[in-house]
């Protein structure tokens, strides 16, 4: 075997977990005797834009710091510093008319406003090569990339595309590879890449840098691309690949991967101390026991377009060797299920087998509020280790959830959480606010559930609906009692626009969310003053350097931005404010 394959997860998505992704790639690839490294560039370029904030008088800050104050410095710093670029109209403005109402997170290059405006804008090709704009390429100019990529010898490059917000990076990724390596083959997949495959062939120019498309299940798809490759055989026809001149209408072949034949995901190469999302000061990683949904109906499901792939469970004993090889081999302490969503009998098999073969792991997972999870489950489920559920709740009203095809009915919901909750379980639940159909009436009965039933619920998660692309209602949208009009012109565009004709909007669903947390007595996440937490940061007595109050700066391609603080030692909190703390003036500016 003479190539070798080096797989990238590219900024901007996550620092608390590990993909699944490149390990599970990597895993399958090494067990079919392909040789090939992986990297996870979402913490180098935290990294490379943290060294870049500094405070005064207060001292040198330590890493930790760092990236601490990151995230609002950098907001400011692409907000009020970057206008009169060739490309300051990319970015969200309040003065645009679709801004308010829509959740693109953030105002950086990787928004959803912006990545999906660049993506088709005139400015692309520019904003690609810009080594004096580009944030993305700079970090790869600056970072270790280019050596290894030299050194290494690779002949396939494989970037992993979550989320619209990588979009960006990893186009520059890509074309950074194949200007210094042009004889390489450079793949993109994920779903992001599978999302939008059909608007990734319509752009033909992309395929300039990019060689090919992997859409759907990678593994045995890379594994033979990797090989024909190799070879310098044809690459036409395997299954879920995608060339320039692939007809998707015709011989085009969809093929999705058999559970227990996947070796245990191989986490080799990354910095697993790095990630800040497991508790106890504990490795967290990322696992799956299941592909696709046993449910499948949900008619605004986000995670793959339609036609949805099929249910596939791992066999439970292969799960839990899994499980027992990522604590031997990479000290995992918790694992984190990434299944749609975990079964009642997928649970108990699971817990089950943990609890014979004495495997000691902490887990959580996602899952429905299914009937056949009770209390002697959860119980079980407990002893074997899981912590925490998030359960897709989402509304309280019979009547939203039947015309949705959700499935949850109140009174069961009721029984489930509160037989969660007694196991000693955190329940959490994602709850989405703003459905089709769903009045200001269905809202406050959500509300009433809430607020009767916080004494069993850890933690609620307001979501406001949003329109996404291909599935059930983008699709249908006059069944569900909604109106939109697709934008050529964003063919990229993820949240779209919508009329939500026999049901509340977003500035009453806000409203909404205000209600339950005035009746449920909690401090609201989106509360108007600007904190940040210390935790998992080394703390000092008064702030940095021991001060309750001072300015920290981010400083980038000669610009630069500030942000004056205040300390509460009580709650170990930073709060943001425009003016000197001296003059009184406290309007926060985030």
């Known amino acids: 075997m003479t190539i070798k394959v080096a797989l990238y997860t590219p900024p901007d998505y996550d620092c608390h977990f590990p ?13 079919s005797g392909v040789p090939c490294d992986q990297a996870d560039l979402n913490l180098a370029y935290r990294d490379f834009l943290a060294r870049r904030v500094t405070s005064a008088p207060g001292g040198p800050l330590s890493l930790k ?3 601490l104050f990151l995230k609002p410095l950098a907001q400011k710093f692409f ?73 290494d010898g690779a002949g396939l490059f494989g970037i992993s595309i979550i989320s619209p917000s990588q979009a960006i990076a990893s186009l520059t990724l890509a074309l950074f590879i194949k200007k210094k390596l042009p004889r390489a083959h450079v793949t993109i997949g994920g779903q992001w890449a599978t999302l939008y495959h059909s608007e990734l062939m319509r752009k033909k120019e992309l395929f300039r840098f990019i060689d090919s498309i992997i859409v759907f299940e990678g593994e045995s798809a890379l594994c033979e691309l990797a090989l024909a490759l190799d070879r310098g055989a044809s690459i036409d026809s395997i ?6 001149d692939t007809v998707l209408d015709a011989g085009f072949t969809r093929r999705e991967e058999d559970m227990d034949r996947l070796p245990c995901p191989d986490f080799d190469g990354l910095s697993l101390e790095e990630y800040d999302g497991a508790p106890f000061g504990t490795i967290g990683l990322t696992y799956e026991t299941s592909r696709g949904c046993y449910w499948s109906k949900c008619a605004y499901c986000v995670d793959l377009p339609l036609p949805k792939p099929s249910y596939r469970k791992k066999d439970p004993s292969l799960v839990v060797a899994d499980m027992r090889e990522l604590k031997e081999r990479h000290g995992a302490g918790y694992l984190y299920f990434g299944d749609p969503g975990l079964s009642p009998r997928q649970m108990y098999l699971i817990a089950k087998r943990m609890i014979e073969e004495r495997v000691d792991i902490l887990w959580w997972t996602m899952a429905r509020l299914d009937p056949g999870f009770d209390r002697v489950l959860f119980d079980l489920a407990y002893k074997a280790g899981l912590r925490q559920i998030n359960f897709g709740f989402e509304s ?66 307001f979501n406001t609906y949003y329109l996404t692309p291909f599935n059930y209602i983008y699709q249908d949208p006059a069944r569900y009692g909604i109106e939109y009009e697709k934008n050529s012109a964003l063919p990229f565009q993820f949240f779209t626009p919508f009329k939500n004709l026999r049901g509340m909007d977003a500035s009453q669903a806000a409203q909404v969310e205000k209600i339950y947390y005035s009746l449920a007595g909690r401090y609201a996440p989106k509360a108007p003053a600007a904190t940040l937490s210390l935790a998992g940061v080394a703390r000092k007595a008064g702030g940095i350097g021991g001060a309750g109050r001072g300015e920290v700066e981010f400083a980038l391609n000669g610009e630069s931005v500030k942000l004056r603080y205040l300390y509460d030692a009580a709650k170990e909190d930073y709060a943001f404010i425009e003016e000197d703390p001296s003059e009184q003036k406290t309007e926060a500016v985030l």
């Open 19 to 31: 993909t699944l992704g490149t390990p599970a790639l990597s895993a399958f690839l090494r067990k």
């Open 396 to 461: 309280a009203s019979d009547r939203v959830c039947g015309a949705l095809d959700k499935g949850n009915r109140r009174e069961r919901s009721a029984r489930i959480i509160a037989d969660c909750a007694a196991s000693g379980i955190k329940v959490d639940l994602q709850t989405m606010l703003g459905l089709p159909g769903e009045s200001f009436d269905d809202a406050l009965e959500t509300v009433d559930f809430l607020v009767s039933h916080r004494d069993k619920i850890t933690h609620v998660t």
């Open 65 to 67: 710091e760092q990236r």
């Open 79 to 151: 907000a009020e510093r970057l206008k009169g670029r060739y490309y300051s109209d990319l970015f969200p403005r309040d003065s645009d008319g679709i801004f308010t109402d829509l959740p693109y997170g953030n105002n950086t290059n990787s928004s959803f406003y912006f990545c999906e405006r660049m993506l088709s804008s005139e400015h692309l090709w520019r904003y690609l090569e810009d080594s004096q704009e580009n944030t993305f390429l700079q970090f790869y100019e600056e970072s270790p990339i280019l050596g290894r990529l030299e050194k």
């Open 239 to 244: 299954p879920n690949v995608i060339l320039r």
